[in-house]
T-cell receptor
């Protein structure tokens, strides 16, 4: 069964600094997709970044980038120049068309300190 | 900007009562998901629809939960009877993609408290 693990329940970062959130996953599929979602307090969840497993190049979206290590089944999110608005729960997610599953990790709460 | 609509936003009910949640996905989105999110945890998939058909309901407690998506547009999730352990946020999400490879668009959720 596919699983997604986020081992950091909570992280803190100073404003303008860089932070990395960790995610590992387990799958026997070869065709899959990985995502990071952000859930601000009392707001809906939104997509931050997406990575196709068949692409070796790491995805980047402005201040957000990933480190995708396929062999290690690791998918970490790096947030550069952290801003107060980055404070939220961050969820790592996995999907594969092979089983129609779209599953989420337990989340990491990110605090940004002024 | 189109959004996923959910109602009610908050629901307080007593144990053994029936409760229903409604979701209206973004127009044209073929795939619709219901997730349950217990406070401090990640979303857990309850049921997934492709148009009006159930694709996956393996984690739906079918003795008390039911879900439907008539005409492949809006959807209703029902709990009967509600139990204390059902207290959670119920999230609806939709996607324009039939393959689960793209972005999910989430509603703001329906928070259920069972007393």
């Amino acid at each position: 069964a596919q699983t997604v693990t986020q081992s950091q329940p909570e992280m803190s970062v100073q404003e303008a600094e860089t932070v990395t959130l960790s995610c590992t996953y387990d799958t026997s599929e070869s065709d899959y997709y990985l995502f990071w979602y952000k859930q601000p307090p009392s707001r809906q969840m939104i997509l931050v970044i997406r990575q196709e497993a068949y692409k070796q190049q790491n995805a980047t979206e402005n201040r957000f980038s990933v480190n995708f290590q396929k062999a290690a089944k690791s998918f970490s999110l790096k947030i550069s120049d952290s801003q107060l608005g980055d404070a939220a729960m961050y969820f790592c997610a996995y999907s594969t068309s092979g089983t129609y599953k779209y599953i989420f990790g337990t989340g990491t709460r990110l605090k940004v300190l002024a | 900007e189109a959004e996923v609509a959910q109602s009610p936003r908050y629901k307080i009910t007593e144990k053994s009562q029936a409760v229903a949640f409604w979701c209206d996905p973004i127009s044209g989105h073929a795939t619709l998901y219901w997730y349950r999110q217990i406070l401090g945890q990640g979303p857990e998939l309850l049921v997934q629809f492709q148009d009006e058909s159930v694709v996956d309901d393996s984690q739906l407690p079918k003795d008390r939960f039911s879900a439907e998506r008539l005409k492949g547009v809006d959807s209703t999730l029902k709990i009967q009877p509600a139990e204390l352990g059902d207290s959670a946020m119920y999230l609806c999400a939709s996607s324009p993609y039939r393959r689960v490879t793209g972005e999910l668009f989430f509603g703001e959720g329906s928070r259920l408290t069972v007393l």
